[in-house]
C-alpha cells in the first residue's frame, strides 16, 4: 500500500519560508511523477507544482512560480517544496501526490491525473 505522509507546514509572517517534505512508502517512488496541491477553506483545489521522473523536468502554477521550487530526493523517497517570500493568500493545506502513469520526463498540474494523495499540512501565512 502506498502512502504519502506530508510534513512542515506551520504558522510563518508574510515574507517568510517554509520547506514541505513529503516521505512515500509502500511503492516505487523513483517512477512516480510528484505533485503538490494545495486547497484554502472555501476554494478549490489548486496545483502548485509538479516534477517528473527522472527529475528535470518541472512545472509551477503562475501563483507560485518564481516563489516555490519543487525538488526530489529519489535516494530518500522524499519530494519538497520550498516556499519563499510568502503571502497570505498562501495559506491552505498542502497535499503531495503520486501518479504513477506518467511517461518518463513527464508532468501534469491535472489532480485528477494523480493516484496517490497525502494527508495534508496546514500552511498559515500571517500579515
Known amino acids: 500500500q502506498v502512502q504519502l505522509v506530508e510534513s512542515g507546514g506551520g504558522l510563518v509572517q508574510a515574507g517568510g519560508s517554509l520547506r514541505l517534505s513529503c516521505v512515500v512508502s509502500?511503492?516505487?517512488?523513483?517512477?512516480?511523477?510528484m505533485g503538490w496541491f494545495r486547497q484554502a477553506p472555501g476554494k478549490e483545489r489548486e496545483s502548485g507544482a509538479a516534477i517528473s521522473w527522472p527529475g528535470g523536468r518541472i512545472d509551477y502554477a503562475d501563483s507560485v512560480k518564481g516563489r516555490f521550487t519543487i525538488s526530489r530526493d529519489n535516494a530518500k523517497n522524499t519530494v519538497y517544496l520550498q516556499m519563499n517570500s510568502l503571502k497570505t493568500e498562501d495559506t491552505a493545506v498542502y497535499h503531495c501526490a503520486a501518479d504513477r502513469h506518467r511517461l518518463p520526463f513527464g508532468t501534469t498540474r491535472f489532480a485528477g491525473s494523480y493516484d496517490y494523495w497525502g494527508q495534508g499540512t496546514q500552511v498559515t501565512v500571517s500579515s
Open positions: 509502500g511503492g516505487t517512488f523513483a517512477s512516480y511523477s
